[in-house]
């Protein structure tokens, strides 16, 4: 089949099974804090359901720019698809995606002129601070297999075993960032119930819905960039399987702890980063 | 060593007589990104704050004045620029260049501000940046002494040496100093919260794009392998 | 390739069926899950759906991929009832296909 | 520590020797100054000491001596020149809002109206542009356009039309478009180097001799406008 085939094939995919693992943690925190919790489907639900809703616009809002944000979110989630399982490109390239979804959260935030979407952004710039050195896992990657596409990671660990267990702590760094990406963790400040919905507090109907579109596939992106770097070389149904044992992990520590302060959630992530990174070189110079 | 380990496949270079760009999916990228949100910002309007009045019932609408609007935008689209710039270039001093430019302008969009808190702020982030162009240009100047060269294609194929890595270590300091603490000073005058997020944005987005270019830099300037 | 699609396919599958089966379980119950008796129904749809989906090779008449995506739409459709319904059908099911596959490739 | 150094043969022991010197001499001072700032609670201060540490960046890139090195001491004393002139502009305009007023740009008390100063500017500048003309290039060009500058500040304190000053504004803009197109030239078109040369020399030579039309922007809202 063509590339374009191949891409949309993968977009969907990683949108269907995005939503529905994010429905999957719902349910999964629901059931340990002891409430039957929504059907699996919910998010899914949700997200069409934002698509036909009638949409409005704040009359604050800085006009392009808060349209163009939300399709911005999906462009650079949509070009992960693209460097990840179409093409295998480079893991700098994810870097850099997640760079942007990190400008992108903090201006989805800011164009609105809503005081909550501001004190989102605000916690962006400062959680930006603390989840791109978390990023930085990849260098990690690179020092220890001497490359940067994902194809060549994989062939790596085809014959040196996974990475997971030769640097567990560059697994357990990345394993905090996408816990900080998942709705209702200790450490997603930008979207904490005391700020409403925080970046997304003032986007409606197919604003909110391309929203919802892209954070379902940069949650699946997300799982997919750590099975495939830390034990790399699954079919699909090893990566489902990996993908659900993941976000049922998360939904448990989700469903048990409180959501951390801001100062406190990017301390403890830049802790959580300094002992990975030190810990990671240390383990490779010995 | 090939640079398409690194950022992916080499696309192309342009050869500017001594200054050659070269373009990988990675630099492509952030380039393209670079200028999309530059292109956004110079099309967009600030968003306002309604905010309650103190002791009566009515709201009061918060907006950037034209003026101020204005040289906020240039300076916003300069810096915009600039950060595409540096995301391209494959020359050290160009990059150095782009980096000191970017922190003037973001000097600037802080300062548009005419308040005083704002102003302190913006004062000590600039002493800041002017205190790091010593590690930005020195750690490109003893790169260049070592390595005899500037080009990035060129440093590449150039063997790893002490030198090149307290230079490289300088030069990241200097980034960091230049722009990488931008968003904190910002952050700090409490502008994040202050009507024209456009120009903010801006400000954000350069430090962290040449934060993550930097890295690939130093990868190519130390090579682990 | 032709694999992905298959996987696309299987959970355009699930996605129906969880919604089929959430709107026919919300126009049967209308009560929530309160009496915690198990529906005959449900029960044999979620069999039959998890004897399809791990069981396939047994049905040899049959491509594979077909009995998985109809299995697959049987399992959504119980999973996806309304909150509280369906669970005890669907460890049933899922007990009883994976006895028969312990059977089938271990002990044979 | 040499060895890791490329030095061509025809480079003198004595300027080799200085490197390592000159670079330990630039870290220092940019130490030297740290120190001071970090001393140093006056703002004013902090800033006239910030101003020593950019110098070490100087020293630093001045060290390596060759003709990539120039092209770096250059920008790197515009970029120091531009960051100081930013902040000093920003630490006067925080000031002046936090004592609640407003000054001129050049708070001068001058009301003389003497001879010399209607005659004399205009001999000594036209000297000056023309030396300036016969150096050409990047001196040449501080030198006229100190030249112009003086001119029009001696007449200063008889006011300035504010349409000279837009016109040498524009002028600059013209010049600096020009040495744009030489270097663009010099990428492009490789042969016609002389072109190029002469298009950036001379372009270069009348911006900065018309850098003074920036002065002229500032003298649009600072001056009073006759």
Known sequence: MNLMGNIILN?????LVGSVLFGLQRKIMARIQMRPGPP????????FKFFIKESAFPKTAAMPFYIAITAMLCV????AVIVGPVTEGSLLLFFAIYAIHKIVEHNAGSSSGSPYGKLSCVRAVYSAAAEVPLFAVLIIIYLKTGTMIISNIVTFQSQHGALLLSIPLAALMFFVLILSKSPYSPFAITKGKDIVSGYETEHFGLLRGYLMFSESIAWYMLLWIFLTVFIGGLNPVGYLIGMVIITAFVALINAVTPILNPNHSVMTQVTLAFIGIAGSIITLLY | MDISILGGQMLGIIPLGDIVLYFTPFNLFMFAAALAFTTLIAISKTESQVEAEFGTLKNREVKVDKSEFKIRRFLAIVCGLATAGAMVTGDLFDFTLFVALIAIVNIGIVAAVKEVDVLDSAFQYGLIAMIATLPLFGGAAIILASAGTI???????IPNSTMILYGSLLLFIGVAGETGVAPFFATKAEMFRTPGSPFLLIIHLSSLLVIVRTIEILLILNKPF | MNDQILYLVYILSFVIGSIVGLVLSYKKYTEPFVTRNIDLIALILAIIGWMLAINYPLLTMIPSYISITIGVFLIAMVIGMRPGYGRYETIIGFALAGLIWI???VIL | MTATVLVPSVVSPVVVALYLP?????????????FGISYQKNDLHALILTDIVGIGMLIIVAAV???????LVLPGLVVELAEIMAISELLMSREMRRLGKT?????????????????????????????????????GGAVAGGGILFYVLSRLTRGVPSNTWEGLAGVSGIAWCLWLVGFLIFFAFPPYWLLALFLAAFGVFIKVTFKAGLVGVMGREEFKKE
Do not use: C, K
Not at chain 2, 151 to 157: E, H
Not at chain 4, 22 to 34: E, N
Not at chain 4, 65 to 71: R, Y
């Open chain 1, 11 to 15: 977009v969907a995919i990683a949108f």
């Open chain 1, 40 to 47: 699996i489907i919910q998010h899914l639900l949700h997200t």
């Open chain 1, 76 to 79: 650079i989630w949509v070009a």
């Open chain 2, 151 to 157: 080009s990035l294609l060129q440093l590449l194929q």
């Open chain 3, 103 to 105: 059977l089938r490739t």
């Open chain 4, 22 to 34: 000159a670079i330990f001499t630039g870290i220092i001072i940019g130490l030297i100054g740290l």
């Open chain 4, 65 to 71: 001596g060759t003709d990539l090195a120039e092209s």
């Open chain 4, 103 to 139: 000054a001129d740009l050049i708070p001068l008390p001058l009301n003389l109206d003497m001879e010399v100063l209607t005659t004399a500017p205009i001999f000594l500048a036209i000297i000056l542009v023309a030396y300036g003309a016969f150096l050409s290039g990047f001196t």
